[in-house]
């Protein structure tokens, strides 16, 4: 007997971006969502406006620059906190601390950021996003190196490479739209 057909949902998936990178995983939470028959809006929170009110689930997703989430993604937390309250939620970090990492969220910044804006999704995680070595400075791009070689995390620092575990996104991605939502990845 055929199994019964999930339903169809309308997605808000939201995000904060500075070289681009967290728009990539966003598109590739998006099309995965929309090949399972959902209707989803993606869009970047500094470009524009999106109403919370109109979604069954809401994804939300930041980088972590300088140990902090962005915060246009605070601020919108905190702006519709309510409705996200009383809706299914999602967040998703990019982290490189999340490369080879068990934890959920590795580094705790998710952890620190709900704290801050008193609010808690059903479904969180966090991805390793991109070592980025072209974008720092010589010295930082030492220090980087060095962090990366304890984690072994790739050591050639004249390009970028590509950290994240896109197997871990499509588990996340999944988890959205089960009922009732387990944890991520
Ligand atoms: C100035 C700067 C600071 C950064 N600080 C951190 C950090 O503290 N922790 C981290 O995991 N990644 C850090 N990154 C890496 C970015 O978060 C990473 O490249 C991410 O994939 C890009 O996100 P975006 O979509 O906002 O550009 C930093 C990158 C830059 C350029």
Redesign the pocket.
């Known amino acids: 007997m055929a199994a019964p057909c999930s339903p169809h949902l309308k997605i808000l998936v939201a995000y ?8 990539l995983v966003a598109r590739e939470i998006a099309t995965r969502l929309r090949r399972g028959g959902h209707d989803v809006d993606l869009a970047d929170l500094e470009l524009c406006i999106r109403h919370p009110a109109q979604y069954d689930v809401i994804v939300l997703g ?7 989430h ?1 915060e246009v993604v605070a601020n919108f937390i905190v702006e519709n906190r309510e409705i996200l309250s009383a809706r299914r939620t999602a967040f998703f970090s ?4 999340a490369f080879r990492s068990r934890d959920a969220d590795p ?1 705790g910044h998710m952890e620190r950021l709900f704290e801050r804006v008193g609010w808690r999704p059903q479904v969180a995680v966090a991805v390793a ?4 070595y072209r ?2 400075t010589w010295p930082r791009r030492i220090f980087m190196r060095a962090a990366s070689r304890h984690r072994g995390a790739p050591t050639d620092t004249s390009r970028d490479h590509d950290l994240t575990d896109w197997g871990r996104v499509a588990s996340f991605t999944d988890a959205l739209t089960q009922s009732p939502p387990t944890t991520g990845a």
């Not at 904060?16 to 967290?22: C, D, M, N």
């Open positions: 904060v971006t500075r070289s681009g990178y967290t728009r930041s980088a972590v620059r300088f140990h902090h962005a990019v982290d490189r601390r580094g996003g991109k070592l980025d974008e720092h």
